[in-house]
């Protein structure tokens, strides 16, 4: 079904060179190494000192935010449920990992130990007596969003005399990963697209940053490999399964709502990043279809019109009740709803590779300077994604003679193959991973557990960011209107 790609307007080279990504020595994995090198740390923090904009403002979000301060202290649980159990207390898990990460960056910049100190702390508390996650459906989100986001606060103070490395290690691999591992084979017992693009791409990112800070060098490439290639909705052309000939790509949950839509993006440029960062180019797989299917989101929620074609996805549980839904057009948009995810994927291809981006552009600089966790709503729609991406990301361009930012270059393909990009031989769905509980098995589809596929969050999270409570009317209308049509035509 897939439409041949044509001339990209608004992603087309300009002449520089594509840069490779950095090469990483083959079995071994770069540290710090996950969303930010050692590099990249040193740039923020020349770049604050000399007063740099947009640095200085984006560093000033981050000083602002009450989880980057060196007097947080943690809350850790024994299990930590989400959707379900007594008490659903996943809200501590997602302060404490912003808290820590915050920290840990905010040392980084600026130098200040006392951060360092207290992102160890943190971490090392969890480390001590978390034992699993656990709840409804939901159980693989936390496990996924949470997974990746605390092996990011880790990597950055991983070196730290006082860190318990093995100690966490463990407690990523087998209270995060073990679950993200199991979802992207079983998809907690439901046919492969129960569960819509977000779910795939938060087990996928946990996986690959569980792989990368623990060098294990088959879980990354499972994760690699499921990205390319995986059944579920979370690899690359299920998430993005229609490519136009001005250069756009249908983003699929497009059809669902923004809100995941944003989500949805910011966890694959996430993943993608990551992978940057050990020498393999997933920015660039399959001639930039992740940069069109940004470009796409990114018109769009800027409040533009963008084609869509009709969609069915199947439901239910395998040998257990089944569905489907059918989505026939782009969901509604508020233009100020926002998520901070622009700043790395705009630098990326703008300023790394050297392609114009102009959707990507303008929807990063409305949402500059980005914050975190704790900047956009009290509900966990808005620590989703640990941001910050105005200090993190900018850079400058890149340039030189070369290729126009189509296909990696021979460099690159060769540093992704010593870093460890999975090869043809390897399985597109994770084998690593046993459930963390039983409630991974299929017996969740009988107490109805599949019919959960997303949180239900994302509406208090806009009306936090400004968008008023009509404009959720609206969208809730008119999907409302739409599955009375599909009904009718059944």
Same mark, same amino acid.
């Given at each position: 079904?897939?439409?041949?790609?044509?001339?990209?307007?608004?992603?087309?080279?300009?002449?520089?060179?594509?840069? =490779?990504?950095?090469?990483?020595?083959?079995? @071994?994995?770069?540290? =710090?190494?996950?969303?930010?090198?050692?590099?990249?740390?040193?740039?923020?923090?020349?770049?604050?000192?000399?007063?740099?904009?947009?640095?200085?403002?984006?560093?000033?979000?981050?000083?602002?935010?009450?989880?980057?301060?060196?007097?947080?202290?943690?809350?850790?649980?024994?299990?930590?449920?989400?959707?379900?159990?007594?008490?659903?207390?996943?809200?501590?898990? #997602?302060?404490?990992?912003?808290?820590? #990460?915050?920290?840990?960056?905010?040392?980084?910049?600026?130098?200040?130990?006392?951060?360092?100190?207290?992102?160890?702390?943190?971490?090392?508390?969890?480390?001590?007596?978390?034992?699993?996650? /656990?709840?409804?459906?939901?159980?693989?989100?936390?496990?996924?969003?949470?997974? #990746?986001?605390?092996?990011?606060?880790?990597?950055?103070?991983?070196?730290?005399?006082?860190?318990?490395?093995?100690?966490?290690?463990?407690?990523?691999?087998?209270?995060?990963?073990?679950?993200?591992?199991?979802?992207?084979?079983?998809?907690?017992?439901?046919?492969?697209?129960?569960?819509?693009?977000?779910?795939?791409?938060?087990?996928?990112?946990?996986?690959?940053?569980?792989?990368?800070?623990?060098?294990?060098?088959? /879980?990354?490439?499972?994760?690699?490999?499921?990205?390319?290639?995986?059944?579920?909705?979370?690899?690359?052309?299920? @998430?993005?399964?229609?490519?136009?000939?001005?250069?756009?790509?249908?983003?699929?949950?497009?059809?669902?709502?923004?809100?995941?839509?944003?989500?949805?993006?910011?966890?694959?440029?996430?993943?993608?990043?990551?992978?940057?960062?050990?020498?393999?180019?997933?920015?660039?797989?399959?001639?930039?279809?992740?940069?069109?299917?940004?470009?796409?989101?990114?018109?769009?929620?800027?409040?533009?019109? !963008?084609?869509?074609?009709?969609?069915?996805?199947?439901?239910?549980?395998?040998?257990?009740?089944?569905?489907?839904?059918?989505?026939?057009?782009?969901?509604?948009?508020?233009?100020?709803?926002?998520? =901070?995810?622009?700043?790395?994927?705009?630098?990326?291809?703008?300023?790394?590779?050297?392609?114009?981006?102009?959707?990507?552009?303008?929807?990063?600089?409305?949402?500059?300077?980005?914050?975190?966790?704790?900047?956009?709503?009290?509900?966990?729609?808005? #620590?989703?994604?640990?941001?910050?991406?105005?200090?993190?990301?900018?850079?400058?361009?890149?340039?030189?003679?070369?290729?126009?930012?189509?296909?990696?270059?021979?460099?690159?393909?060769?540093?992704?193959?010593?870093?460890?990009?999975?090869?043809?031989? @390897?399985?597109?769905?994770?084998?690593?991973?046993? =459930?963390?509980?039983?409630?991974?098995? @299929?017996?969740?589809?009988?107490?109805?557990?599949?019919?959960?596929?997303?949180?239900?969050?994302?509406?208090?999270?806009?009306?936090?960011?400004?968008?008023?409570?009509?404009?959720?009317?609206?969208?809730?209308?008119?999907?409302?209107?739409? !599955?009375?049509?599909?009904?009718?035509?059944?």
């Amino acid at each position: 079904m897939l439409k041949a790609a044509g001339a990209a307007a608004g992603a087309v080279g300009i002449g520089t060179a594509v840069l =490779p990504a950095p090469a990483v020595a083959a079995g @071994a994995y770069a540290h =710090p190494g996950l969303l930010h090198t050692g590099a990249d740390l040193g740039r923020m923090a020349a770049k604050v000192k000399a007063g740099a904009a947009p640095y200085a403002a984006g560093f000033a979000k981050l000083t602002a935010n009450r989880h980057a301060q060196s007097g947080w202290t943690a809350n850790p649980q024994e299990i930590v449920y989400r959707g379900a159990g007594s008490p659903q207390n996943y809200g501590i898990l #997602y302060n404490d990992v912003h808290a820590a #990460y915050q920290n840990a960056l905010r040392h980084h910049v600026s130098g200040d130990s006392a951060h360092a100190d207290t992102a160890v702390a943190i971490l090392n508390a969890w480390s001590a007596k978390l034992t699993s996650v /656990q709840g409804s459906a939901d159980r693989f989100l936390a496990a996924g969003l949470y997974g #990746y986001q605390i092996a990011n606060a880790a990597e950055l103070v991983r070196d730290h005399p006082d860190f318990e490395l093995g100690r966490f290690q463990e407690m990523l691999s087998t209270s995060f990963a073990s679950l993200s591992d199991d979802f992207l084979v079983r998809h907690n017992g439901a046919v492969v697209s129960n569960y819509w693009t977000n779910w795939d791409l938060a087990a996928m990112a946990c996986v690959l940053a569980t792989g990368i800070f623990c060098d294990d060098k088959a /879980q990354v490439d499972r994760a690699v490999e499921y990205f390319k290639h995986g059944e579920g909705l979370g690899s690359i052309r299920h @998430a993005i399964p229609v490519v136009h000939d001005d250069g756009l790509a249908e983003w699929l949950e497009a059809g669902r709502d923004q809100g995941h839509a944003l989500l949805g993006v910011g966890l694959m440029g996430t993943f993608c990043e990551m992978a940057w960062n050990q020498g393999i180019d997933l920015y660039g797989y399959d001639d930039d279809r992740f940069l069109k299917g940004a470009q796409y989101v990114a018109k769009w929620a800027l409040g533009g019109d !963008v084609p869509f074609t009709a969609n069915t996805r199947k439901k239910g549980a395998i040998n257990g009740w089944s569905g489907s839904e059918t989505v026939t057009e782009a969901a509604p948009v508020a233009p100020a709803m926002t998520r =901070p995810i622009w700043a790395m994927i705009a630098n990326h291809y703008t300023k790394r590779r050297g392609l114009s981006a102009s959707y990507l552009t303008r929807i990063a600089a409305r949402s500059a300077p980005e914050g975190g966790g704790g900047d956009y709503g009290p509900n966990s729609g808005g #620590y989703d994604q640990l941001g910050f991406g105005t200090l993190a990301f900018t850079r400058d361009k890149t340039t030189g003679a070369g290729g126009t930012g189509g296909s990696p270059s021979p460099a690159a393909s060769a540093s992704a193959s010593a870093a460890g990009s999975a090869g043809t031989g @390897a399985d597109a769905r994770p084998q690593g991973g046993a =459930p963390a509980s039983p409630s991974a098995s @299929a017996s969740t589809a009988a107490s109805g557990d599949l019919a959960a596929t997303g949180s239900n969050d994302v509406l208090g999270w806009t009306a936090a960011t400004g968008v008023t409570a009509l404009a959720g009317g609206l969208l809730l209308l008119r999907r409302r209107g739409r !599955v009375q049509r599909e009904a009718q035509s059944r």
